[in-house]
């Protein structure tokens, strides 16, 4: 079935940029990749820049005063100027680089644990998250809170999968010393209202710490408007290389807090007795940093950039709109969050009938559709709709709607399957 609908990308022309979605599988079977909310797939644009930079250009950055050094740091670092540009940045030196936006949240973490007033987190103040976390942004917070007895407090869901916020003064109280929470869910593709949870946040002098992993790929993100101190995003989901995250904070937060991990280029002097700390952000990148990763992630901020985030979220948003009206017509399916495309990224998390996702997925799979079936790393959403699981069909600037007819068309194959 050919179809075109208002909004969408010339995907034929970006899909010759990506090598891996012209492959087949399963003998001979067109490969239907909806599994971008794990892991986007690379443009040639990006494996052609982390080649040429092994080929030619690799060194450890900011320590050799020959060729190779100065381009291996010039590349690196123009990458921080690249990604401070995409998300607005007041300052590149605002721009940390992780290896994933677990380890930027775990920064975090633990930067509150160690600072001293009046950021110190400790056993006369809370912590709040919500229900529909990434375990990534529930763990560290559980570290944190087992650490310094800290009270650890969340908002719960409703039954359609947004945020339950009637009692937001009650969670966020003037005992709260940060509020952490995703701007896009993983699972079930809620876009939370940031405006109402930051002013309430600011209210009571708490710091703001989002998780805009499944964000920054997909719209358009600005850190400043957002108004949070933190901001958190990983790579592959966004056309870049694994091994490479991202944490934004503020200037003067990241001058006051001290560093999560110790060792060569985070410090300025160093006795056998005490040490002191460089600026940020090189006092928060410990190491050898991953340099050929933050090249491709740069190379992936130029493609994304190139097209325009708000094309790319244009796209999606009919694509997720058609994927929900197609979805609807397939007997027992239930979607596990918003059923409108209003305020919702480009996942959809669904049951169908008493079949287990596993299985859902296995099938699908054998028909060359890749969909992540399982909790996604946010147990807690599943407890809460009284599911083992869901399969996730996650969509991105390069998806088809011939691929969510296909997805469609396979759910009636697994339904006369296991029927």
């Not at 996730?392 to 600037?397: E, K, P, Q, T, V």
Request: charged share 20%; proline share 5%; aromatic share 8%.
């Amino acid at each position: 079935m050919s179809l075109t609908l208002p909004g969408l990308l010339d995907t034929e022309a970006i899909r010759k940029d990506f090598p891996i979605l012209h492959r087949t599988v399963h003998d001979g079977k067109p490969l239907v990749y909806l599994d971008n909310a794990a892991s986007s797939q690379k443009p040639r644009q990006v494996l052609d820049a982390i080649s040429e930079y092994y080929e030619r250009h690799h060194a450890n950055v900011h320590r050799g005063v020959h060729v190779l050094a100065e381009e291996a740091t010039a590349l690196y670092e123009d990458a921080r100027t690249k990604v401070a540009s995409f998300v607005n940045a007041p300052s590149r030196d605002e721009v940390i680089f992780t290896k994933n936006a677990s380890e930027a949240l775990n920064l975090v973490a633990n930067m509150l644990g160690w600072a001293d007033e009046p950021y110190r987190v400790d056993d006369r103040t809370e912590i709040v998250i919500t229900e529909m976390e990434h375990h990534s942004n529930i763990v560290p917070w559980q570290f944190l809170a087992q650490r310094t007895g800290a009270k650890l407090k969340w908002f719960g869901l409703t039954d359609d999968g947004r945020l339950d916020l009637a009692n937001i003064d009650e969670v966020i109280t003037e005992r709260t010393k940060v509020v952490s929470f995703v701007l896009v869910s993983n699972v079930l593709g809620t876009v939370n209202p940031v405006e109402a949870i930051v002013r309430r946040a600011q209210q009571v002098g708490a710091l703001v710490v989002i998780d805009a992993s499944q964000a920054a790929p997909h719209m358009p993100l600005d850190v400043q408007a957002l108004g949070a101190d933190f901001v958190a995003f990983t790579g592959h989901k966004m056309c870049g290389p694994t091994g490479i995250g991202v944490l934004w904070g503020r200037q003067e937060l990241l001058e006051d807090l001290p560093p999560f991990l110790g060792g060569g280029e985070m410090i300025e002097t160093v006795t056998m007795s005490s040490s002191t700390y460089a600026p940020a952000p090189h006092k928060f990148e410990a190491g050898t940093p991953p340099i050929a990763e933050a090249v491709g992630l740069g190379a992936a901020v130029d493609y994304l950039t190139g097209i325009g985030m708000e094309r790319i979220a244009a796209h999606e948003h009919a694509i997720t709109r058609y994927a929900l009206e197609r979805l609807a017509e397939v007997p027992d399916l239930r979607i596990i969050g918003p059923v409108s495309e209003e305020d919702r990224g480009a996942t959809v998390s669904f049951t169908l009938a008493d079949i287990h996702p596993h299985d859902v997925g296995q099938v699908l799979d054998e028909q060359g559709i890749a969909v992540r079936v399982g909790h996604h790393c946010a147990r807690p959403v599943c407890l809460r709709y009284g599911i083992p699981a869901t399969t996730r069909a996650s969509f991105y600037l390069y998806s088809t709607p011939a691929e969510v007819d296909a997805l469609v068309q396979g759910l009636t194959y697994v339904r006369g399957f296991f029927g």
